[in-house]
């Protein structure tokens, strides 16, 4: 596997148990994702996206199927190790920000780092680290600010730089402009971009057509499965397990 | 994860709700309060009674009336079951191997000089032997002497604040005071000695025996109480004889009141029972502090728990923001397990300071001799780490075990 590639997931199921009734998610979906690709994923509620994004964010594990995160077999990890990979490789930012309510944009920021184990950092480099991160998202102003003092945008935005504050892999958004007028989520959408840029590598579930459209990439799912695959990067030959029309 | 880190964020879980952290350690101060003010208490009992045999000796046989003989005597109009001065005499005379009988009658009265006066006086009428055998010096002048109890000589010894208090720095001796309404002669003031378990010798004051017969007991009494004694005291020379002695006495009294050994309306008993029954009272109430500290420790570890589990539920969604960004079940677990933590060694510390002011109020207005000791607080501490990780662990687990995606999913 060359490092070239941040997702390589191969005949990937989810299968949930409901009563004596078996739900497919996932139907053996196979995807690979180059680094510094921006992906979105699009379709349909029920379509498995959901369940993808879990996955991909080393949230839940598959039932089969190998998950390779820059080289390394998740697909198998416990519990613990799983959050160490979510800790250190993937960078989440949710619909609902998903702040800590009642502490200040920079202890969310720092929240990353407090469950770090790789390396000692020093407090003073700690906040240092927070500081840049809020001020590459536009934020050096309200550091202090708790969620409930700051608009929707801003709280987005604070997600995003505690996505971004260890320096993840991989950043997983889900639907992160769905709680957001149009004006702020542009505004998100425009970070996005930017980070695509420096060249981070970027997931994003969205049913907004117009968000796609920042993507270099787009994936449909329809009944756990890739109906369609802009793929203009690589060329298609693992997708065709997905099948691809 | 850092420990300054994972008590900051445990710290800022408690801050959230003031009122009901309080509430909740409030079965953990009981408890810690309970445990320091009990082992006070036991503390003080046992040194008390430690200062109570060096200072009286082990070597004294108390002769006492039997419980409940009194009344029915008395109704009767029968003398005969009564501890008299008589019997005390013939201790004296016919038991070998005792060095000192004293008989004790006490009173309470007022005791007057010119224009000093103190109320509620312990007047003692007792006989010669009373200073050797209770162990108090004769600071000046001279004791009650066997001449003093043939004629019922209308004099009084002072205990030294009594002395004190009535005349100040002048000399007592020669001098007349009223006890009661009777005037005697002040022939002798004893030395200081202090308080020794519940009696202040200071502050009695000393009359022959024969003169609380004569003119302490109400004359319709007289006919019926005659020359009755509450307690004799008998000093044995040796240790060893302590056994002989007590049988001896027994024979006696009974071979005097007509009856048996078995049926001695008396009892006789060596300072060592009478503080063994002082030491089963206090255990009986330190047993009862003993479950009350164990009781609401568990009530207050109960108390943690619940709360413990109501936070887990409210902060569901904070622990998955928590997992997803990188928080290992081991990370949640310690984090609401030090919330506990902080919360039963925050109530330990209350209960600390509850407990060593408790102590010093049940010495102050329980007259109960109390002693804080070190270890005590100690124990008290542990106890309260203890409940809060045992109690504590459940709630942790839980919150560990939560699936990420639910959790972030929880509104």
């Not at chain 2, 048996?260 to 030491?279: G, S, Y």
């Amino acid at each position: 596997m060359s490092e070239e590639t941040i997702i390589d997931i191969d005949q990937i199921t989810k299968i949930y148990q409901m009563g004596h009734v078996h739900v497919t998610a996932l139907d053996g979906i196979s995807l690979s994702v180059q680094t510094g690709e921006f992906l979105a994923i699009m379709g349909p509620s029920g379509s498995g996206k959901s369940t993808l994004m879990n996955i991909l964010g080393c949230l839940d594990r598959p039932t089969s199927g190998t998950y390779l995160l820059a080289g390394e077999d998740v697909s198998q990890m416990n519990r613990e190790q799983l959050a160490r990979i979510r800790n250190q490789k993937i960078g989440f930012i949710f619909q609902s920000y998903n702040l800590l309510t009642q502490a200040t944009a920079l202890q969310n920021v720092l929240m990353p780092i407090v469950y770090r184990r790789n390396g000692h950092i020093s407090n003073k480099d700690r906040q240092e680290l927070a500081r840049q991160v809020l001020t590459s998202v536009g934020l050096n102003d309200r550091e202090q600010h708790k969620p409930t003092e700051m608009s929707g945008g801003q709280q987005q935005r604070v997600a995003i730089a505690r996505a971004l504050v260890n320096s993840p892999a991989l950043i997983l958004a889900d639907e992160p402009t769905g709680n957001l007028d149009s004006h702020s989520g542009l505004e998100i959408m425009e970070i996005l971009q930017n980070l695509h840029a420096q060249g981070r590598s970027i997931v994003m579930i969205t049913h907004d057509a117009r968000n796609a459209e920042f993507a270099g990439r787009v994936i449909h799912l329809k009944d756990g499965k890739i109906s369609e695959d802009n793929n203009h990067i690589v060329s298609p030959t693992r997708i065709a397990t997905g099948g691809t029309k | 994860m850092r420990l300054s880190e994972v008590l900051r964020i445990a710290w800022e879980g408690i801050s959230r709700n003031k009122l009901r952290a309080l509430l909740t350690m409030l079965g953990v101060i009981i408890g810690v309060a309970a445990v320091i003010i009990m082992i006070a208490i036991s503390a003080g009992t046992e040194a008390t009674i430690a200062e109570n045999i060096q200072n009286l000796g082990t070597n004294l046989l108390f002769v006492t009336q039997g419980m409940g003989v009194q009344m029915v005597s008395r109704t009767a109009g029968m003398n005969s079951n009564f501890l008299s001065y008589d019997d005390a005499k013939a201790i004296t005379d016919s038991i070998s191997g005792i060095s000192g009988v004293v008989v004790e009658r006490n009173i309470t009265e007022l005791v007057k000089y010119g224009s000093n006066s103190i109320d509620g006086v312990s007047v003692v009428g007792t006989t010669p032997s009373y200073p050797q055998v209770r162990d108090v010096e004769q600071g000046s002048g001279r004791f009650i002497t066997q001449k003093d109890i043939d004629v019922s000589a209308k004099v009084v010894v002072l205990g030294y604040s009594t002395a004190q208090t009535l005349f100040g720095d002048a000399d007592p001796i020669g001098e007349k005071i009223y006890v009661g309404d009777v005037k005697l002669t002040v022939v002798g003031v004893m030395a200081e000695k202090g308080v020794v378990g519940n009696t202040d010798y200071d502050e009695r004051v000393y009359i022959p025996l024969t003169l609380v017969f004569d003119k302490f007991t109400f004359s319709p009494f007289a006919r019926v109480q005659g020359n009755m004694v509450g307690t004799i005291l008998v000093q044995v020379a040796d240790l060893d004889n302590m056994d002989k002695v007590i049988t001896q006495i027994q024979i006696l009294l009974a071979k005097r009141h007509e009856t048996t050994v078995a049926d001695l309306p008396f009892t006789v008993r060596t300072q060592e029972d009478i503080i063994a029954t002082q030491e089963s009272t206090t255990a009986a109430f330190r047993d009862l502090l003993a479950w009350v500290a164990a009781v609401s420790l568990v009530v207050g570890g109960i108390g943690i728990m619940n709360i413990m589990l109501v936070s887990v539920t409210e902060r569901t969604r904070e622990i998955g923001i928590r997992q997803a960004t990188g928080a290992t079940p081991g990370d949640i677990r310690g984090q609401f397990l030090t919330e506990a933590l902080l919360l039963s060694l925050t109530g330990g510390l209350i209960g600390v300071i509850a407990g060593v002011g408790g102590s010093w109020l049940f010495y102050k207005l329980g007259d109960m001799r109390t002693e804080v000791l070190p270890n005590s607080i100690l124990l008290a501490f542990i106890s309260a780490a203890v409940v809060g990780i045992f109690f504590g662990f459940y709630p942790a687990n839980k919150a560990s075990q939560l699936d990420p995606i639910e959790a972030l999913r929880h509104e």
